[in-house]
């Protein structure tokens, strides 16, 4: 029998068999979570203009000679306005929150710093705390010409689309969403608004499956239910194999109804591994099938188990769609947080723990909830994320540091 390969050879394989798929593009409205595909590099800097960062009064700091100074107003600028006057000694400018800054100008005088005086055009204005440059940015202070600001491989965010937007860009290229069926399988299932019979479950993989290819940024098929025999899963694998990717939910173990990876590979499904030194997860298969025409469908055949496939998503799944949407960072990312409760780990496979976080007066940390094993769906609710905890048997005190995989919604 093959050895089992660790997480990371798994990782590493997804990564080395799925090619970034195609571009298409996207208005900018429709863009959150969707993948960039190209360097977005200013044309512009920012801001355009020296500009105000409050409303008040633009002054020369070489005026401020007292803590309270008088000076005469030239105009009020607004804006969206440019102001006529340049700023002369004893004068100032009456200056709104972005508007343009009046040459001469080097710093901003709060409003709430000044008091109109009897004779009219003139304020007083209290100089306490104002130096040059307080109260205003210069132009290009934030970026510059040519300067790349969004990264191919970027998920656009909302800040994304703000940035975006000012910098009046309305259509953007992103990776084509894949599309992503999903195949539940077991004599046992019945879905899930239907009542149970003897020895029966309801079938919580596949809407599970489904929230969590949506959350990748995929698009779901729920294929329904394969039963354990070789012509439904022959029918509905072969059909199942016209999308990008194909996830079936049990029959990946060893018992003699695990009739998956024999389907698949009368399927044309070649290989790339089956098992992973993993708690939980064991039995998780990948493959690829690529048709005459160039085309690829990459399979996953998941644990049965609920939480070992919420769990192989995450770790593996997630990482392929990553991949295939050219994200710049298709790997998880393990925090490193303080462990708030001991706990005793045990077995030969590094184990995936579902674990919350637990606010202190000193600050965050992680502890383990109350769980059963992969059957026991309770326990992903009570918890926030997952403390990896390595193959071996040993007690881990409070305040160790643990590595902790926080899941995206």
Not at 268 to 282: L, T
């Amino acid at each position: 029998m093959a050895s089992l390969i660790s997480v990371e050879e798994a990782q590493s394989l997804l990564l080395d068999h799925i090619s970034p798929t195609s571009l298409e593009s996207c208005n900018l409205p429709q863009a959150l979570g969707r993948t960039l595909r190209e360097d977005f590099v200013s044309h512009q800097s920012s801001p355009l203009f020296d500009k105000s960062l409050m409303d008040g009064y633009a002054v020369r700091t070489q005026d401020l000679t007292s803590d309270v100074v008088t000076l005469d107003v030239l105009e009020m600028v607004s804006a969206g306005e440019v102001g006529r006057h340049e700023i002369a000694e004893g004068e100032t400018v009456q200056i709104m929150t972005g508007a343009p800054l009046p040459n001469g100008a080097d710093a901003v005088i709060p409003v709430e710093k000044s008091q109109p005086v009897a004779e009219k055009q003139r304020v007083e204005l209290q100089t306490s705390g104002i130096s040059p440059e307080t109260n205003l940015i210069r132009a290009g202070a934030i970026l510059r010409e040519g300067q790349t600001l969004i990264s191919a491989g970027t998920v656009i965010r909302p800040a994304e689309i703000a940035l975006l937007a000012e910098y009046g860009r309305a259509d953007i290229s992103v990776s084509r969403r894949p599309f992503v069926s999903i195949l539940a399988t077991g004599d046992e299932l019945v879905p899930a608004g239907e009542s149970l019979g003897p020895g029966q479950i309801r079938n919580s993989n596949a809407p599970m499956l489904e929230s969590q290819v949506a959350s990748a940024g995929a698009i779901p098929n729920n294929l329904g239910i394969g039963r354990d025999r070789l012509d439904d899963l022959r029918e509905k694998i072969a059909a199942a194999l016209t999308g990008d990717f194909l996830l079936l939910s049990g029959g990946v173990s060893a018992g003699e109804k695990d009739l998956v990876p024999q389907v698949l590979k009368e399927c044309g499904v070649r290989e790339i591994f089956h098992k992973v030194r993993v708690k939980p997860g064991k039995p998780l298969w990948f493959g690829v099938q690529e048709k005459p025409d160039g085309k690829k469908t990459y399979v996953f055949g998941l644990p049965g188990n609920p939480v070992s496939s919420m769990l192989c998503f995450e770790v593996f799944v997630r990482t392929a769609i990553r991949q295939f949407l050219g994200q710049s960072h298709p790997l998880p990312v393990l925090r490193k947080l303080r462990l708030g409760k001991a706990h005793v780990a045990a077995g030969g496979r590094p184990t995936y723990y579902p674990s919350q976080f637990v606010s202190h007066p000193d600050g965050l940390s992680v502890e383990p909830v109350d769980w059963k094993g992969s059957s026991d769906l309770f326990a992903p609710t009570q918890a926030d994320c997952w403390i990896l905890f390595p193959a071996g048997d040993r007690e881990w005190p409070v305040g160790e540091m643990v590595d902790v995989l926080i899941p995206a919604l």
